[in-house]
Structures are given as C-alpha cells and as structure tokens.
C-alpha cells in the first residue's frame, strides 16, 4: 500500500513568531516542487501564526506536546482542545527530549496520546530505545513496551488516526544516525507489532517516520528504505533550504 512521504519538522524551543511566519511563507511557495506532505511543530505560541500563513498550502501545522485534562487548575499547561483552537492538527506524543528530560513515563505518554485522538487531533507518538539498550541487544523490547503502554485499549479506528515515529534517543541531536538498515529493521518491527494488534490492513497503511539526526546527506538512503515513511527532523528543520534539502533528497531514489 502506498504511503506518501511525509517531512516533519520539530522545531523544539526555536524561532520566535516571525521567524516561524518567515519560513512558513518560504515553505508554501515551495510546496509545489515537492511530492511529499510536510508537517511543522513550532512552539505553542506560534501555532496559530504559523498555522495562518500555512492555510491552504497543505502543511500540517502541530504542537510539540499536550497535557492530557481538557481544563482546570494545571498552571502553565496546554490542552488537547486548545492546540486545535489555535489552528493545530496534531501534536507530537511522548518525544524523547520529554521522556528524558522532563521525565514523562509511559503512563503519562498514554494519557497523553488518549487526549489527542479525542480531540481530534494527529497523534505522532515518538518511540526509541537508549544507547544502554540498544548496545545490550535490548532495543526491540523496549520500544515494544513503549507501544503497548501507549496503545492499550485503542480501538483500530483511533489507530488509524496515528502516525509513529522511531527516534532512536543517541541518534538524536547527537549528529550520530541509526544506519538505514538498522532503522528499517526497526520500523518492519514496529510495523509488525501493530499488525498483531490491530491487524495487517492498518499496519500497511500507518505512517513510521524516522527521527535521529537527519540531513540532506542521508535522507535518500534512509527514506529509501522499505518501511521508512518520512522523517521527524529537530535540528536540520530549522533553515527552510536544509528541510526542503531533505525533501528533495527523499524524493531522489539515487
Ligand atoms: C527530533 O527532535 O525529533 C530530532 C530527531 O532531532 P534531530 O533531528 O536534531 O536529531
């Protein structure tokens, strides 16, 4: 089943309002060079600015995170409900940075997710195993941990709704990338593991992107791979000629 491309930038604590505005303009011109989808997670106070310069164009415009209750005494947080109001579509779920950094658990990751679908959004639930596990042969187990906590008690149709991501974490920010071949091997995992749940259909037709350290300089042999569907890129997001560079380098199967 055919899977377009998708390109999405996460551009982390980066760019203020008009930077964000600046590069979406770029990037709507450029739009009709390319065969892929592209999506942008800008912080939360440039989504709707971002997300108005991107009307029409077919961009996907999300968030980098929610919090999962819908109103309330949570100071400094952001709801599911109101990512869509300022104009967001979806929303990154359970990056790495914030299960590391911030300290996010897989029960946290869930609720998380769980709130996006209900309002209506497109998770991209991010998944990735530690440089510990991955050198102790333990990188499989981990991420599948990782997937049944996240999508236990999903119904196939809210599935459906979702894009993964598979962010080995020393790949990211690290300049060090997963070699295509050990990320494919990773992503027919994933795929496999979904297929087992909710059944063959939709794992043929979800959407795993890769994340770690993506350039222009590795995204054909790395989206050349069978069950790679696109890239979830940080740093290289951030100068438009480098994003639409690994636009064009997915889309240059040479
Ligand atoms: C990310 O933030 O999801 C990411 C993959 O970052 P980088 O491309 O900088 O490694």
């Given amino acids: 089943m055919a899977r377009t491309v998708l390109i999405a930038g996460n551009w982390k604590m980066n760019k203020t309002i008009a930077e ?11 739009i009709g060079d390319h065969d892929c989808e592209f999506a942008v997670f800008p912080p939360f106070f440039s989504v709707p600015f971002v ?53 996010e658990t897989n029960d946290v990751v869930s609720r998380k997710l769980k709130a996006a679908l209900d309002a209506g959004l497109v998770p991209v639930l ?19 941990i990782q997937l049944e906590s996240a999508v236990a008690g999903l119904t196939v149709h809210q599935v459906q ?22 990320a494919d091997t990773m992503h027919r995992f994933v795929r496999k593991f979904i297929e087992s749940r ?9 959407r795993i992107l890769y994340g770690g350290s993506v350039k222009p300089e590795n995204a054909t042999a790395l989206l050349g791979k069978e069950d790679i569907d696109g890239a ?23």
């Fill in 20 to 30: 964000g505005e600046s590069f979406a303009d770029g990037l709507k011109s450029s």
């Fill in 51 to 103: 997300s108005a310069r991107l009307e029409g164009a077919g961009v996907t415009v999300g968030a980098q995170d929610l919090f999962w209750e819908k109103s309330g005494a949570f100071t400094g947080e952001i709801s599911a409900e109101m990512i869509a109001d300022a104009g967001g579509t979806a929303v990154l779920i359970g990056h790495s940075e914030r299960r590391h950094e911030i300290g």
């Fill in 126 to 144: 991010c998944v990735g195993e530690t440089l510990e596990d991955r050198e102790a042969g333990d990188a499989e187990p981990y991420v599948r």
């Fill in 161 to 182: 709704r979702m894009i993964l991501a598979y962010e080995p974490l020393w790949a990211i920010g690290t300049g060090r990338t997963a070699s295509p071949e050990d």
């Fill in 198 to 206: 909710f059944g063959a259909d939709l794992a043929a037709s979800i």
């Fill in 232 to 254: 979830l890129i940080g740093g290289a997001s951030l100068d438009l000629d480098t994003f639409l560079g690994i636009a064009a380098a997915a889309e240059d199967p040479s």
